[in-house]
């Protein structure tokens, strides 16, 4: 089972850019789905974006759409986000996310989260 280590959160004002980093460790990182989630004060965690484990196949929140990039090595177990334009409304923690279903169960691991404040 991997765990997971999220990093790159920090200030940012409107417009700018920045780069989460997810570190995961283990040997079977790349059987694994990826996804990044955040959570707002006083609101429910939510989806942000995911990514198959192979790369494949990528799916965004409408809300972070051409503005955010996930992406992974397999190589370096590695998951990113990239954020551009960012808006206040992106303040959030930001929690990496490991799922992979298995024959009788699945597995879902989450980081610790890592904090974005976007001020206006």
């Known amino acids: 089972q991997v765990q997971l280590i999220e990093s790159g959160g920090g200030l940012a004002q409107a417009g700018e850019s920045l780069r989460l980093s997810c570190a995961a460790s283990g040997r079977t990182f790349s059987n694994y789905d990826m996804g990044w989630f955040r959570q707002a004060p006083g609101k429910e965690r939510e989806f942000v974006a995911s990514i198959t484990w192979s790369a494949s196949s990528t799916n965004y929140a409408d809300s972070v759409k051409g503005r955010f990039t996930i992406s992974r090595d397999n190589a370096k177990n590695g998951l990113y986000l990239q954020m551009n334009s960012l808006k206040p409304e992106d303040t959030a923690v930001y929690y990496c996310?490991?799922?992979?279903?298995?024959?009788?169960?699945?597995?879902?691991?989450w980081g610790q989260g890592t904090l974005v404040t976007v001020s206006s």
């Open positions: 996310h490991a799922h992979r279903n298995l024959t009788k169960t699945t597995i879902s691991v």
